[in-house]
Every structure is written in structure tokens, then in C-alpha cells.
């Protein structure tokens, strides 16, 4: 059996993967998979820490169903704005967007 320490580790690192993607890309495609790769991390997390637990209740399952559908939810409404800012600017990269600002 795969002790809970590795289940921790691996988590860590593809966190720290998907938050290095967020802060070192310039592309929104980009950017929103590393925001992907971080809740898929929360999801290791949260059925290791299930499996491992002594309740035997689906709370960590129950969690991890919602943080799947929060991110189907994220990734189309990411992606329906950046093809709308793609339509109206013809670029993707987050430093030339300044709509916003006057």
C-alpha cells in the first residue's frame, strides 16, 4: 500500500506546477490550465486523505465530485471569455488586454 506521504508529495509538486504555469505564462489558454492542474492537485488530496481516513463516510469523495464540476464550470466560462476577448482584440496574451482601463 502506498503510504499517504507519497499521495502529499505528489499533490505538492503538481500544485506547484500548475501555479508556476499561472504565474510564468502570458497566454490564457495557458494560464488556465495551470489553474486546472491546481485543482486537480486538491483532488489527489482530497481522496487521499479519504482513503486514508478512519471515518468511513464519502465526505472526501462527495468534495472531490464538486471540485470536478466547479472546475468543468471554470474551464467554460475561461474559455468562452478568452474567445470572446480573442474576437475583440485578436490576441490571447493576459499583458496586452487592458479593456478595463480608460
Known amino acids: 500500500m502506498v503510504p499517504l506521504s507519497w499521495y502529499l508529495i505528489f ?34 488530496n482530497l481522496a487521499a486523505f479519504w482513503r486514508y481516513g ?5 465526505t472526501g469523495q462527495v468534495f472531490a465530485i464538486i471540485v ?8 467554460s ?8 476577448v480573442y474576437r475583440k482584440r485578436n490576441t490571447v496574451i493576459a499583458d496586452e488586454i487592458d479593456m478595463l482601463k480608460f
Open 11 to 44: 499533490s505538492a509538486i503538481l500544485f506547484s506546477i500548475g501555479l508556476f504555469g499561472v504565474l510564468s505564462r502570458r497566454n490564457l489558454v495557458a494560464i488556465l490550465l495551470g489553474i486546472e492542474l491546481m485543482l486537480n492537485s486538491v483532488n489527489v
Open 54 to 58: 478512519t471515518v468511513t463516510n464519502i
Open 68 to 75: 470536478f464540476a466547479v472546475a468543468a464550470a471554470e474551464v
Open 77 to 84: 466560462v475561461g474559455l468562452a471569455l478568452v474567445i470572446s
